[in-house]
């Protein structure tokens, strides 16, 4: 049996196809299209899917879609009728697309596929829990949904067994934790639904001074986690913004403009709302563990991604597991909206617990042969070099020795917001420069941005205070005392961004300024070639961590084929690119045209 299961007109529109309970593929629309965050109709990612999966639309026993749009169209009726006339504008710009297009998703979902079978609509936190707990190894988990808003609920927590899920409660709109972590996003000036991991980064450049006005003022918050927002200080319900002119008067002054100076208000504002976002999170899951019993924890929304606030979690309990859905935001709900379909709605069993996830080490996207890719290198007249796989390590991990930034290229591209080792930029982590190098002439970032490690799944007890597996880049733990580097007087007392350029441990481009990282584990199992080139180079230099972030410049999204791979490789200052099998030097490479500034093309956030 093949089910379809579609997330779309939201933001991160994905989809991903499960047949026989087993996920054969998934995929964001974004990739294909190069639209960041692309919201549309993932038609691109469907077609994928359905290739993947050997089969057309009319092979599909099933389509599941990821939310209920009537109930989402009668939250905002309500909340534009209940805030009216303040909501005119922001209504007048909503309503049009719901009435061309959301109110008529099965006439779209037909139209769209040529399909004319079954469609169900799952409840969204639904979907976010049902790709929790359904892809995760556990026969019995409570879950926990954390994000903006669905439907109507913000937060929702309930118990999985077997082939069930019951939400036992949930909070609702407009007081969401999401909502709160995104307003604190715009007045920092990043954009909403895409900046809120840089005031994650931000926040350990600052001091939570904040905290006790945001508890006073802004979240009246209970001793079980749920709370009230004060609505009086946001514009998210009727206005075109997340805040208002009394929210910037309680903060001292206007929100920050986009891409000017981040002053040390916005990492005392970044610190502060991380410090309320944990606190909140962390009484919410001690109430969870109180009422359901349960030993372990699956989460999901996009508040999951939120690692900080995840390894907190692990180190304090009061769960035993915790398991983290990768592609935790709403391209993960076409996969639980699927698995849903699977599961509950037709009743089939979950496979037997074995210890590991269903995820697959969430390499579901598309890969590309050695043909495909000698094609195009001939087709764009690329010199490169073939090797076989055991040249390619050495060669690969030599270039890593001696300081050089490698695109990695290899296998399945990876489902949800991290690169895992398929579509990465790849460095040394014990180089000093390796953070600055790789910000600011690869990734064209803010400075302030931390870099994540890539650690062999054998040693990471060795470099960080982690002893189970993290192989999603979920989790945020500390590097081990012994290898940080103690601090001056006069590094001490540093403030903000003066902090950056510190030398913290012997792994520093991947220490982040309060000693703390966002570990990967490699395991051979579900990456063999990049675990073997974490062992290659931990032959050479003893260490068994490299640098590892996602394969794109900022404003575009992560590579999807070898000429996104290319282009990327050449728009930057990378120095090889690991193709497949062949190996690029920048140096060989004919000069590249291309017409105007590149960037331009991007909406530089």
């Not at 001939?378 to 695109?407: C, F, M, N, S």
Request: aromatic share 12%; charged share 25%.
């Amino acid at each position: 049996m093949n089910i379809l299961g579609i997330s779309a007109y939201y933001h991160d529109s994905a989809a991903c196809l499960v047949s026989d309970g087993r996920i054969v593929a998934a995929a964001q629309e974004e990739r294909f299209s190069r639209v960041k965050h692309d919201h549309r109709f993932p038609t691109a990612a469907v077609a994928f899917c359905l290739s993947q999966g050997g089969i057309q639309a009319g092979d599909l026993d099933l389509v599941a879609f990821y939310d209920k749009p009537f109930l989402k169209y009668e939250r905002l009726l309500e909340t534009y009728l209940a805030f009216a006339p303040a909501g005119l504008r922001s209504f007048l710009t909503a309503m049009p697309l719901w009435i061309k297009e959301k109110l008529w998703l099965p006439d779209v979902i037909k139209k769209e596929l040529d399909y004319h079978g079954k469609i169900i609509f799952c409840e969204h936190h639904q979907s976010h829990a049902a790709s929790a707990f359904f892809a995760s190894p556990f026969e019995r988990a409570a879950f926990i949904t954390f994000d903006g808003v669905g439907e109507w609920a913000t937060t929702s927590f309930g118990r999985g067994d077997g082939n069930h899920i019951d939400i036992m409660a949930e909070l609702r709109f407009p007081h969401s934790l999401g909502l709160l972590y995104s307003a604190f996003t715009y007045f920092t000036g990043f954009r909403v639904n895409s900046g809120e991991y840089k005031v994650m980064g931000l926040a350990p450049y600052g001091q939570p001074r904040y905290a006790d006005t945001i508890l006073r003022e802004l979240v009246d918050l209970k001793p079980d986690g749920s709370f009230k927002l004060d609505q009086r200080y946001f514009n998210y319900c009727q206005g075109l913004t997340m805040t208002n002119r009394r929210f910037a008067e309680l903060f001292g002054g206007p929100p920050r403009r986009p891409e000017s100076p981040i002053t040390q208000r916005e990492m005392d504002l970044a610190a502060s709302v991380q410090k309320v976002t944990e606190l909140i999170v962390s009484r919410v899951t001690d109430h969870v563990a109180e009422l359901t019993g349960e030993k372990n924890l699956v989460l999901a929304g996009g508040v999951a991604l939120n690692c900080v606030a995840n390894g907190r979690l692990l180190r304090e309990g009061p769960f035993e597991r915790l398991w983290v859905q990768p592609a935790a935001g709403d391209a993960g709900g076409a996969l639980g909206a699927a698995l849903f379909a699977w599961h509950q709605y037709l009743g089939n069993p979950r496979p037997s617990p074995g210890g590991s996830d269903q995820q697959q080490g969430s390499y579901l996207g598309p890969a590309f042969d050695p043909q495909e890719i000698a094609d195009f290198l001939q087709e764009r007249g690329a010199p490169a070099k073939r090797l076989e796989p055991a040249e390619l390590l050495e060669a690969v991990a030599g270039l890593l020795e001696d300081q050089k930034v490698v695109g990695w290229f290899q296998g399945r591209m990876e489902f949800g917001p991290r690169a895992l080792g398929a579509r990465s930029i790849i460095g040394d982590a014990r180089s000093p420069q390796m953070q600055s190098v790789m910000n600011l002439k690869i990734k064209y970032r803010e400075s302030f941005r931390p870099f994540a490690p890539s650690v062999l799944a054998r040693r990471v007890g060795d470099y960080f205070e982690l002893e189970v597996p993290s192989p999603y880049m979920l989790l945020v733990a500390g590097v081990r005392p012994e290898l940080r580097r103690p601090m001056t007087e006069q590094e001490k007392s540093l403030f903000g961004i003066d902090k950056l350029n510190v030398v913290r441990s012997e792994i520093t481009a991947v220490t982040h300024v309060d000693y703390s990282a966002r570990v990967q584990t490699v395991h051979p199992e579900t990456n063999p070639l990049y675990h073997q080139l974490l062992e290659a180079f931990e032959r050479r230099t003893g260490c068994g961590v490299i640098v590892n972030t996602s394969f794109n410049v900022r404003g575009e999204p992560i590579v999807c084929t070898p000429a996104d791979a290319y282009a990327c490789f050449m728009r930057t200052e990378m120095d090889y690119l690991a193709l497949g099998p062949y190996l690029l030097d920048k140096r060989d490479q004919p000069p590249w045209r291309e017409a105007g500034d590149w960037r331009e093309k991007f909406e530089l956030d």
